[in-house]
């Protein structure tokens, strides 16, 4: 029987690279997407795609249910991807600007998770991958909020596996580092209105780094690839059949990896002070 996936934020990015790639390798794809357009256009190129958004609960218990009534009540794989950053440094962060960014990038994936479970746990098996991140690992200054909801995501997933043991579930992490996608011009309007830079007491640094990153697009970054490189490790974390806790993608990501090893927190705290 096709097996079938749902991957969350397939507007554009990873996700859709994820849901074109999976289709491709013979998967039965749906592709959500927040935004009922988005959710038009990939119909048009041929996908399920349910409208899901991680900050409407109503929409994801109707967008997975949408998905199991045309499965017949089953799903092999559940992908967390979609997400947003909230530039700024965290003194900056209004407490509102972080539970903005926590219903997206935590609570809304926990909501969904706790619904795919009870599915996964009847049929006896399933594969729940989650989109970490190089800043699930490490910190860098500056997305402070971004890097929070990592943490978290990395909490509750190594929980997820360990409670999940002996269900036939699996939880698994990808974790990129710099990947092409929008998550930078994405994320502009969320700066916009959180953070009130002008005011603050690193109005300097603001103008001398953050501001040329955020709107200016130099190009690639250094390490950078291809979303595709996701897709990869998230076919080997679906279709193996002893997958990975966790995947890394991009140099940087392994090299954080290597040295919260073997690094004290000082030492990697005046590497990543300099980033």
């Known amino acids: 029987m096709q097996k079938t996936i749902l991957i969350t934020g397939c507007s554009s ?34 996908f399920e795609s349910p409208r899901i958004d991680y900050t409407d609960a109503a929409s994801i218990t109707a967008g997975l249910a949408e998905v199991l009534d045309a499965t ?35 609570f809304g994936w926990h909501e969904l998770t706790r619904q795919v479970i009870p599915v996964m746990r009847a049929q006896g ?48 992490l990808i974790e990129p580092g710099p990947v092409t996608s929008k998550i930078r011009e994405n994320a502009i309007p969320l700066f ?20 040329k990153r955020l709107y200016e697009s130099s190009g690639p970054d250094t ?15 679906v279709e193996a059949k002893r997958p990975r806790a966790r995947y890394y993608v991009t140099t940087p990501t392994y090299i954080a990896g290597y040295l919260r090893r073997i690094l004290p927190t000082r030492a990697i705290d005046r590497i990543l002070s300099r980033i």
């Open 13 to 46: 990015g990873i996700g859709l690279d994820a849901a074109h790639g999976m289709r491709a390798r013979g998967w039965r794809v749906f592709a959500s997407c927040r935004q009922q357009r988005d959710c038009d256009r990939l119909r048009a190129q041929g």
């Open 72 to 106: 017949g009540g089953t799903l092999d794989a559940l992908f967390n991807n979609g997400a947003h950053g909230l530039p700024g440094a965290l003194e900056d962060v209004p407490t509102d600007g972080l539970r903005h960014i926590f219903e997206t990038n935590v």
């Open 125 to 172: 098996h399933g594969r729940i991958v989650q989109n970490s991140s190089v800043l699930g690992l490490v910190a860098f200054p500056w997305r402070g909020a971004y890097v929070a909801t990592k943490y978290a995501i990395e909490g509750m997933s190594d929980t997820l596996r360990l409670e999940l043991r002996g269900s036939g579930i699996k939880v698994i």
């Open 192 to 211: 916009e209105r959180f953070i009130d830079w002008e005011n603050s007491a690193l109005r300097q640094k603001y103008e001398d780094t953050l501001l």
């Open 223 to 237: 390490f950078e690839l291809p979303a595709t490189a996701v897709t990869a490790k998230l076919a080997h974390a």
